[in-house]
T-cell receptor
Framework: KQEVTQIPAALSVPEGENLVLNCSFT??????LQWFRQDPGKGLTSLLL?????REQTSGRLNASLDKSSGRSTLYIAASQPGDSATYLC??????????FGTGTRLQVFP | EADIYQTPRYLVIGTGKKITLECSQT?????MYWYQQDPGMELHLIHY???????EKGDLSSESTVSRIRTEHFPLTLESARPSHTSQYLC????????????????FGPGTRLTVL
């Protein structure tokens, strides 16, 4: 059974810091991994998608890497801003049409 | 195993037609979602619902509308289809609220591949 864990559960940093959010999954048989952000009381916003054959993806200040064999992905946020404050979720797509979300990292960036 | 159904599986229609994509689940899940996905691209959330009479828009702007009159049913409607609506539409449901601090599994239907000519 696939389990997805994110560390840390919560993070509070001053503006300008570079951040690393971690995601680990127990079953390496995935099709892809996607990072989302969720603002309080709202739905999900897609950030990055990494196919199982890829190692990393970049979008602006975000960079996500994937090491499928070790069951890990990291989301790197450069030069964090208060607007980055949200919950960040990783999700893996495995077999049988399941999208399994991690437990989330709640990020707060203060000025 | 998850039981979530979508109809039709494939739909080819002309511009200007009104269409409704059906989604039903028999798991008693309160949370339901509609995603839009182009081949090889990210899933984008377009609508979600926390329960009966609750609907919210997702991160991708969509001209579609949804309703949630019954727990098991979450249809998506396009009043006037256009070629830009051509995509795959995926419905999902889950037991827990995503982002609640615990692992959440969303179960997906088989999808509706929509082509608007």
């Amino acid at each position: 059974k696939q389990e997805v864990t994110q560390i840390p559960a919560a993070l509070s940093v001053p503006e300008g810091e570079n951040l690393v959010l971690n995601c680990s999954f127990t079953d390496s048989a995935i099709y892809n991994l996607q990072w989302f952000r969720q603002d309080p009381g709202k739905g999900l916003t897609s950030l990055l998608l990494i196919q199982s054959s890829q190692r990393e993806q970049t979008s602006g200040r975000l960079n996500a890497s994937l090491d499928k064999s070790s069951g890990r992905s990291t989301l790197y946020i450069a030069a964090s801003q208060p607007g980055d404050s949200a919950t960040y979720l990783c999700a893996v797509v495995g077999s049988r049409s399941k999208l399994i979300f991690g437990t989330g990292t709640r990020l707060q960036v203060f000025p | 195993e998850a039981d979530i159904y979508q109809t039709p599986r494939y739909l080819v229609i002309g511009t200007g037609k009104k269409i409704t994509l059906e989604c039903s689940q028999t798991m008693g899940h309160d949370k339901m979602y509609w995603y839009q996905q182009d081949p090889g691209m990210e899933l984008h959330l377009i609508h979600y619902s926390y329960g009966v009479n609750s609907t919210e828009k997702g991160d991708l702007s969509s001209e579609s509308t949804v309703s949630r009159i019954r727990t098991e049913h979450f249809p998506l409607t396009l009043e006037s289809a256009r070629p830009s609506h051509t995509s795959q539409y995926l419905c999902a449901s889950s037991e827990y609220l995503t982002g609640s601090g615990r692992t959440d599994t969303q179960y997906f239907g088989p999808g509706t591949r929509l082509t608007v000519l």
